[in-house]
């Protein structure tokens, strides 16, 4: 019997109907399955879905008490692999006691290889003898498949793969639960609400909260700008020749020179082709951030990325490569997309051209190929979402094998009365790529025809005051970038990262990124008593260790070992000043409690609403604080979480608060005036009249 091992039900369903040409028989044990794919090549078959991990790694249970064990103890503690999934392992046991071969199937990258030799340890264990392979593919079609599994295409089992996904595990494992655990007793923040502190976590934190400190201390500095409104058979605008004046007095003596000003001259005028060069394939951090630029947070964007490649629509969505190998054949990949009838026009016009040249970027690995499609979906089988994204694969893909676009450049410089004034005019020769890809924001702004000593009316001279403005928030596109640059995760766990940051309340927000006091306080003390642990640079070297681990260069044992000790200086540093960090972190915890409670300005006298609770009935209710001398109440809805929006009602002068309620899985949220007998509220409880 042959047994092969696929990552995940998706995947493996699809392999095996590819395998069997569709003759598949499915065998349920409980939640785990088996695909009996019967004779291929010539050997009964049989493919297991894996879970992902079903392996999970953690300490000996007598570390499992917080409060009972030694932080140092947990840094030398020895790690403990065990299943997670026994169905899945039973089932492995079961059918590897009969297995002559096993082929590992799993997503060939450091985690598909640790996964794969999970299972493979399972199967060791019954039948250490077995034959192993591995077969390698970066997309879920029909040909990649039946070509990753000829026998002179498989490969055995990349060891120091699996050593290097293992090796993060194990490194992240020690220090999440030492400085989690230090943290949260330290800061009495235990239970759900506990204060997680991670080796990447922490420092991808430090950037959110930095970079409110700078918008916080930010002092706005006045500027003026300096335009003309012109005429010369249409209307277009010319600006001062520099962008910013920052003296008045500078703005004043100009204001004065053009006063009354009728007529410019045009004294020179510049005009070129200008070329815009298509973009890159793309790897996976560029296609998280311009999934992230249209509106498709990274970790959802991953999570529809995986299933379109396990659907066999889009090729393996972990990549670093930016350059497309020679083996890709563009024009079959082309004309499938002909069928296609969102994209049928558009695969033809590529197909169209002279010659079909991709752009390369300037990275390239030998593991997977750049994000393209390797399949047709219909826009009818697909959630919005998940559309979104292919459609966003494709276009780039396009945009890619497209021609460069061609731009016409105007520069006319125009003398008013002695000041000179640049109109910048711009127009689309030849689209080229931007026909594929939407989603850029070139726009044209057509100048009319001008030459040298042509005289144009002056309609208006504008002067606006301005300000400088702070930096901006991090968006997901930005951070990912940031956390790229710095070496802070890998292109597969950085989306986790950022959802673990939002899913913990230490960041909100879609569009761009706020970090919470909560956050504020946890990364102002450890940079304060222990910076080291908000810092990129410790992280980047156990990245780049780790890389090290895949290349053969090092060793997994001397890569963890190197981690705990800079975790025990860590550790030190912290046990040092514990007394001053339990200080900082409690008034901080107590201040965010505060604030959290308190829901605006009351306005009957100088006192704020806050979250009390009755004694008597159990049910919460916004009260004054300066109560007895106040006596201002009034009801909150008793489901949901209340917030405070900083807003005040227009109608009633009453604070606005926003309200989020759970249901199922989802959750809404709406925002209400805290007076029941608001104006805003009269059609409240109505039935919708449509």
Same mark, same amino acid.
């Given at each position: 019997?042959?047994?092969?091992?696929?990552?995940?039900?998706?995947?493996?369903?699809?392999?095996?109907?590819?395998?069997?040409?569709?003759?598949?028989?499915?065998?349920?044990?409980?939640?785990?399955?088996?695909?009996?794919?019967?004779?291929?090549?010539?050997?009964?078959?049989?493919?297991?879905?894996?879970?992902?991990?079903?392996?999970?790694?953690?300490?000996?249970?007598?570390?499992?008490?917080?409060?009972?064990?030694?932080?140092?103890?947990?840094?030398?503690?020895?790690?403990?692999?065990?299943?997670?999934?026994?169905?899945?392992?039973?089932?492995?046991?079961?059918?590897?006691?009969?297995?002559?071969?096993?082929?590992?199937?799993?997503?060939?990258?450091?985690?598909?290889?640790?996964?794969?030799?999970?299972?493979?340890?399972?199967?060791?264990?019954?039948?250490?003898?077995?034959?192993?392979?591995?077969?390698?593919?970066?997309?879920?079609?029909?040909?990649?498949?039946?070509?990753?599994?000829?026998?002179?295409?498989?490969?055995?089992?990349?060891?120091?793969?699996?050593?290097?996904?293992?090796?993060?595990?194990?490194?992240?494992?020690?220090?999440?639960?030492?400085?989690?655990?230090?943290?949260?007793?330290?800061?009495?923040?235990?239970?759900?609400?506990?204060?997680?502190?991670?080796?990447?976590?922490?420092?991808?934190?430090?950037?959110?909260?930095?970079?409110?400190?700078?918008?916080?201390?930010?002092?706005?500095?006045?500027?003026?700008?300096?335009?003309?409104?012109?005429?010369?058979?249409?209307?277009?605008?010319?600006?001062?020749?520099?962008?910013?004046?920052?003296?008045?007095?500078?703005?004043?003596?100009?204001?004065?020179?053009?006063?009354?000003?009728?007529?410019?001259?045009?004294?020179?005028?510049?005009?070129?082709?200008?070329?815009?060069?298509?973009?890159?394939?793309?790897?996976?951090?560029?296609?998280?951030?311009?999934?992230?630029?249209?509106?498709?947070?990274?970790?959802?964007?991953?999570?529809?990325?995986?299933?379109?490649?396990?659907?066999?629509?889009?090729?393996?969505?972990?990549?670093?490569?930016?350059?497309?190998?020679?083996?890709?054949?563009?024009?079959?990949?082309?004309?499938?997309?002909?069928?296609?009838?969102?994209?049928?026009?558009?695969?033809?016009?590529?197909?169209?051209?002279?010659?079909?040249?991709?752009?390369?970027?300037?990275?390239?690995?030998?593991?997977?190929?750049?994000?393209?499609?390797?399949?047709?979906?219909?826009?009818?089988?697909?959630?919005?979402?998940?559309?979104?994204?292919?459609?966003?694969?494709?276009?780039?893909?396009?945009?890619?094998?497209?021609?460069?676009?061609?731009?016409?450049?105007?520069?006319?410089?125009?003398?008013?009365?002695?000041?000179?004034?640049?109109?910048?005019?711009?127009?689309?020769?030849?689209?080229?790529?931007?026909?594929?890809?939407?989603?850029?924001?070139?726009?044209?702004?057509?100048?009319?025809?001008?030459?040298? +000593? #042509? %005289? &144009?009316?002056?309609? *208006?001279?504008?002067?606006? @005051?301005?300000?400088? !403005?702070?930096?901006?928030?991090?968006?997901?596109?930005?951070?990912?970038?940031?956390?790229?640059?710095?070496?802070?995760?890998?292109?597969?766990?950085?989306?986790?990262?950022?959802?673990?940051?939002?899913?913990?309340?230490?960041?909100?927000?879609?569009?761009?990124?706020?970090?919470?006091?909560?956050?504020?306080?946890?990364?102002?003390?450890?940079?304060?008593?222990?910076?080291?642990?908000?810092?990129?640079?410790?992280?980047?070297?156990?990245?780049?260790?780790?890389?090290?681990?895949?290349?053969?260069?090092?060793?997994? +044992? #001397? %890569? &963890?070992?190197?981690? *705990?000790?800079?975790?025990? @200086?860590?550790?030190? !540093?912290?046990?040092?000043?514990?007394?001053?960090?339990?200080?900082?972190?409690?008034?901080?915890?107590?201040?965010?409690?505060?604030?959290?409670?308190?829901?605006?300005?009351?306005?009957?006298?100088?006192?704020?609403?806050?979250?009390?609770?009755?004694?008597?009935?159990?049910?919460?209710?916004?009260?004054?604080?300066?109560?007895?001398?106040?006596?201002?109440?009034?009801?909150?809805?008793?489901?949901?979480?209340?917030?405070?929006?900083?807003?005040?009602?227009?109608?009633?002068?009453?604070?606005?608060?926003?309200?989020?309620?759970?249901?199922?899985?989802?959750?809404?949220?709406?925002?209400?005036?805290?007076?029941?007998?608001?104006?805003?509220?009269?059609?409240?409880?109505?039935?919708?009249?449509?």
């Amino acid at each position: 019997m042959r047994l092969i091992i696929a990552e995940k039900d998706k995947a493996a369903r699809r392999i095996a109907e590819i395998l069997s040409g569709g003759k598949v028989k499915t065998i349920k044990e409980g939640r785990a399955r088996v695909y009996d794919i019967g004779v291929f090549d010539g050997e009964d078959t049989v493919v297991i879905p894996l879970s992902g991990h079903i392996v999970d790694v953690d300490f000996d249970k007598d570390f499992s008490s917080w409060k009972d064990s030694s932080l140092w103890d947990i840094v030398d503690a020895n790690f403990v692999y065990k299943p997670s999934r026994r169905d899945i392992a039973r089932l492995l046991e079961e059918y590897g006691k009969l297995a002559e071969r096993v082929t590992i199937a799993t997503d060939f990258d450091r985690e598909g290889e640790a996964i794969g030799r999970e299972a493979l340890n399972i199967i060791r264990k019954v039948n250490p003898n077995v034959r192993v392979d591995r077969a390698r593919f970066s997309a879920i079609t029909p040909k990649d498949i039946k070509e990753a599994f000829k026998d002179e295409n498989l490969y055995p089992l990349d060891e120091n793969l699996a050593d290097s996904a293992d090796a993060r595990r194990e490194v992240d494992l020690a220090w999440g639960a030492v400085l989690t655990r230090f943290v949260s007793l330290t800061s009495g923040k235990l239970g759900r609400n506990f204060l997680s502190v991670g080796r990447v976590q922490t420092p991808t934190l430090a950037l959110v909260v930095n970079c409110e400190k700078e918008i916080q201390a930010f002092k706005p500095k006045p500027y003026w700008v300096l335009s003309a409104l012109l005429e010369k058979n249409s209307k277009f605008e010319a600006k001062y020749k520099k962008d910013k004046i920052w003296d008045k007095a500078e703005l004043d003596g100009l204001l004065a020179k053009l006063d009354g000003a009728k007529e410019g001259v045009v004294t020179k005028v510049t005009k070129r082709s200008k070329k815009y060069s298509k973009p890159t394939p793309f790897n996976t951090n560029d296609f998280l951030r311009a999934a992230a630029n249209i509106g498709v947070p990274p970790a959802k964007a991953m999570q529809i990325a995986e299933n379109l490649y396990m659907s066999g629509y889009i090729s393996y969505p972990r990549t670093d490569n930016t350059v497309y190998p020679k083996t890709i054949d563009f024009k079959s990949i082309l004309h499938a997309l002909e069928g296609s009838p969102e994209f049928g026009a558009l695969a033809r016009k590529i197909l169209s051209q002279e010659e079909i040249v991709p752009s390369n970027g300037k990275k390239q690995s030998n593991d997977h190929p750049p994000i393209h499609p390797t399949g047709v979906a219909k826009k009818s089988s697909l959630d919005p979402a998940s559309w979104k994204i292919y459609e966003l694969v494709v276009r780039r893909f396009f945009a890619t094998l497209a021609t460069d676009a061609k731009l016409n450049v105007v520069k006319a410089e125009i003398e008013i009365d002695g000041v000179v004034f640049v109109a910048n005019g711009q127009t689309i020769k030849d689209p080229g790529w931007l026909e594929f890809y939407t989603y850029s924001q070139t726009k044209e702004n057509k100048l009319p025809e001008l030459k040298e +000593r #042509d %005289v &144009v009316k002056v309609l *208006k001279i504008i002067h606006q @005051e301005k300000q400088t !403005q702070p930096p901006n928030r991090y968006t997901p596109a930005s951070l990912l970038k940031e956390m790229e640059k710095l070496g802070l995760g890998t292109k597969s766990t950085r989306p986790t990262i950022i959802q673990k940051l939002l899913d913990r309340g230490y960041i909100s927000g879609t569009r761009n990124y706020t970090p919470s006091s909560v956050a504020f306080k946890v990364i102002e003390t450890l940079e304060k008593h222990a910076e080291r642990i908000t810092k990129p640079d410790m992280t980047a070297k156990l990245e780049e260790d780790m890389q090290r681990i895949a290349d053969r260069k090092k060793r997994k +044992r #001397d %890569v &963890v070992e190197e981690s *705990k000790k800079l975790l025990r @200086e860590a550790l030190k !540093q912290l046990f040092d000043n514990q007394e001053a960090i339990k200080k900082e972190m409690r008034e901080g915890i107590k201040e965010d409690r505060l604030k959290s409670k308190t829901l605006g300005p009351c306005k009957n006298c100088d006192g704020v609403l806050v979250i009390r609770v009755s004694k008597a009935t159990g049910k919460r209710f916004a009260a004054c604080s300066s109560y007895p001398d106040c006596n201002e109440t009034w009801p909150l809805p008793q489901k949901g979480s209340v917030q405070p929006t900083g807003k005040i009602c227009p109608q009633c002068g009453t604070p606005i608060i926003r309200v989020t309620v759970k249901k199922g899985k989802r959750k809404y949220t709406y925002q209400m005036c805290l007076d029941p007998n608001c104006p805003t509220k009269k059609d409240w409880g109505k039935e919708n009249e449509g």
